[in-house]
C-alpha cells in the first residue's frame, strides 16, 4: 500500500535528475530548494568561468549553508519565549496582590 502523504519527484538540479520520495506538502519546498541550487550554481558559474565544476559546486554549497546557519540563529525564539515567560509571572503577580 502507498502512503497517500508520500510522493514520488523528480528534482532536475544541474542538469541531472534527482529521484525522491518525499511528503507532499513539502513538494513546493524542495522544488523551489532545486531552483535555488541551480540559480547559486549559475552565479558562480558567471562570476568564476574559469573554476572547474568541483568548484562551483563547492562554493554553492557553502554560500546556502552559510545562509541556513545565519537564519536559524535569525529564528531563535526562545529569548522571546523566556521574556514573555518572564512577564506573564509579573502580570500574575501584580493582578494576585490585587
Do not use: G, V
Request: charge should be negative; glycine fraction near 0%; charged fraction near 35%.
Amino acid at each position: 500500500m502507498i502512503d497517500e502523504k508520500m510522493m514520488k519527484i523528480n528534482l532536475l538540479i544541474d542538469c541531472q535528475p534527482y529521484p525522491l520520495n518525499i511528503r507532499r506538502e513539502d513538494e513546493l519546498l524542495y522544488r523551489d530548494a532545486a531552483k535555488l541550487i541551480d540559480k547559486t550554481l549559475n552565479k558562480y558559474r558567471e562570476w568564476m568561468p574559469n573554476f572547474d565544476a568541483n568548484k562551483h559546486w563547492a562554493m554553492a554549497a557553502l554560500e546556502l549553508a552559510f545562509n541556513n546557519i545565519s537564519m536559524k540563529d535569525k529564528n531563535d525564539t526562545k529569548p522571546y519565549l523566556e521574556k514573555l515567560e518572564e512577564l506573564t509571572k509579573e502580570l500574575d503577580s501584580y493582578i494576585s496582590k490585587k
